[in-house]
């Protein structure tokens, strides 16, 4: 084996070692932090009670302006992508962008699919913090199965999130319920229908889809178009609409499902407020709504990442690998073990 | 610390590690974005100086992973990105990599997982002695022995079979 070793060091493609260019890169440094205050304490004299204030309002000041930064910079890149002005569609696709923050969100799901005896129906409720590296989901679900159990449901807190071999694998607690949604890295981190394997759980296909992840699917793909306004809770909102690959469902492997999507977005901010799927014209085809009851965009400080850290748990297995958005314990106390 | 001391260390940083964090990122993507990949792994550490370790090399590594995966998520030159930063977790078999010569080779290390190809590259290739590595991957030492021991394994055995030409294996599992 040493020798399948040796031949692959010798086997190494890159024999350029140039070393990148440092003036080019602290040019674009300075330019990066040009708009921010500087993140370092200077070295005056010691006036200690000063300083333990002025540093968190500081350090909010630099991280709403690095929000703000990120975001305009995310609306830029779409439209240079385009090459038009903003539309509503680029501007909730930024909405949707953590931009170097924390997205956090709660929403209430409901689907519903079949017809008479063989309907079901189920409806969640969950609490997202989401920034560009990782996530942290807690769901309250709930599922009629009138073929089946009369009901199930429960709490759920996402524990442990993990990325290898291209799956994202999430593990809920209390137990049984763990989710792997494959292709992960293909699709960017979306949890569409087709890319879920629910493991132990027969309700968990669709319903499990993160609605911010498959809007930013749908809005990444360029399928959807104004569809004119509608009034919810006394506000006027813009209508969205367009339909999304089709897929097969994970379950029923042969049923192919084609989704119809319907959005409903701030005019203003462009941040989602309902979505509803169909999945396919048929009699009893699933249909989904999402409404979001809240929607921010909270900046990344010690504080706020806490909110990303999954608690202690003994079926957790972090992959933390880099201490962005990592805990000490999470960075240093456990394995990445392998399934 | 001063700002410029910061500054100091920071461009130290760069000196020191930067060619090997491009090298990292041209076995995996193109020229053009493997440069824009240096250049965000070390704003990265400028924000985050305090947290670079002693041994920075790892860090830098496991942020340019990081980094490569979140461009691919970011949408940023979807198509081409695509084909490329697949290799990064993509299933077995999906990897191809032109620059390497040693084709058999080339193909054995497509069969492996992402996991298992990411690991022996980075030993292989970065360079990164067992310490390094598990730091790189967040595991142990311990666990990275093991792990290593069967990704040498596994590509020994694929290139056994392909030089001598034998069909891949079928599982029931590459059969759902």
């Known amino acids: 084996m040493s020798d399948v070793f040796e031949r692959l060091r010798a086997a190494n493609p890159v024999s350029d070692h140039t070393q990148p260019d440092l003036d080019e890169f602290l040019r674009r440094l300075d330019e990066r932090t040009a708009e921010e205050s500087s993140p370092i304490r200077t070295d005056k004299a010691d006036v200690s009670g000063w300083r333990r204030a002025r540093p968190s309002v500081r350090s909010r000041l630099i991280a709403a302006s690095t929000i703000a930064v990120a975001i305009v910079l995310a609306i830029a890149a779409v439209v240079s992508h385009t090459g038009g002005g903003i539309s509503l569609v680029q501007r909730a696709y930024a909405a949707t962008d953590s931009a170097g923050g924390i997205v956090y969100y709660v929403t209430s799901t409901r689907s519903s699919s079949g017809f008479g005896a063989r309907s079901s129906s189920s409806e969640s409720r969950a609490q997202v913090w989401r920034s560009e590296l990782r996530s942290r989901r807690l769901e309250t679900s709930t599922t009629e199965l009138h073929n089946g159990p009369a009901q199930q449901g429960g709490s759920y807190e996402e524990v442990d999130q993990r990325v290898a071999g291209g799956e994202l694998s999430s593990t809920y607690s209390p137990p049984p319920r763990n989710t792997v949604f494959k292709g992960f890295l293909a699709f960017r981190g979306s949890t569409s229908p087709e890319s879920v394997n629910c493991r132990r759980s027969p309700s968990c296909a669709v319903t499990t889809e993160d609605p911010v992840l498959a809007l930013r699917e749908l809005y990444a793909a360029g399928r959807l178009h104004e569809a004119g306004h509608a009034r919810l809770n006394g506000k006027t909102l813009t209508v969205l609409e367009g339909n999304g690959a089709a897929r097969t469902q994970p379950s029923v492997r042969f049923i192919r499902l084609n989704p119809s999507s319907r959005i409903l977005v701030d005019p203003k901010t462009g941040a989602p407020v309902e979505l509803i799927t169909h999945y396919g014209r048929r009699l009893g085809a699933l249909t989904s709504t999402t409404i979001f009851h809240t929607y921010k965009h909270l900046a990344l400080t010690p504080q706020t990442e806490r909110l990303l850290s999954f608690r202690a748990h003994p079926h957790a297995r972090l992959e933390c690998v880099l201490a962005l958005h990592c805990s000490d314990r999470e960075s240093h106390g456990l394995d990445i073990g392998h399934t | ?176």
């Open chain 2, 1 to 176: 610390v001063s700002k410029l001391r910061r500054r100091e260390q920071l461009e130290k940083l760069f000196v020191d590690h930067a060619t090997a964090v491009r090298a990292y990122a041209l076995r995996r993507i193109d020229p053009a974005t493997a440069e824009e990949t240096v250049s965000e792994v070390f704003m990265i550490a400028w924000r985050r100086l305090d947290d670079v370790p002693s041994d920075p090399l790892p860090w830098l590594l496991a942020c340019a992973r990081r980094v490569l995966a979140n461009q691919r998520r970011a949408g940023r030159r979807r198509v081409a990105l695509q084909e490329r930063l697949s290799h990064l977790g993509d299933p077995p078999g999906a990897w191809e990599f032109d620059g390497v010569p040693d084709r058999p080779l080339a193909r054995a290390l497509g069969e492996l997982s992402g996991d298992d190809r990411e690991l022996l590259l980075l030993v292989a290739w970065d360079e990164l002695d067992p310490e390094q590595a598990a730091q790189a991957l967040g595991c142990s030492r311990g666990t990275l022995a093991v792990r290593l021991h069967r990704a040498r394994r596994r590509l020994a055995d694929s290139l056994r079979r392909i030089e001598h030409e034998e069909p891949p294996i079928t599982t029931m599992e590459s059969l759902r």
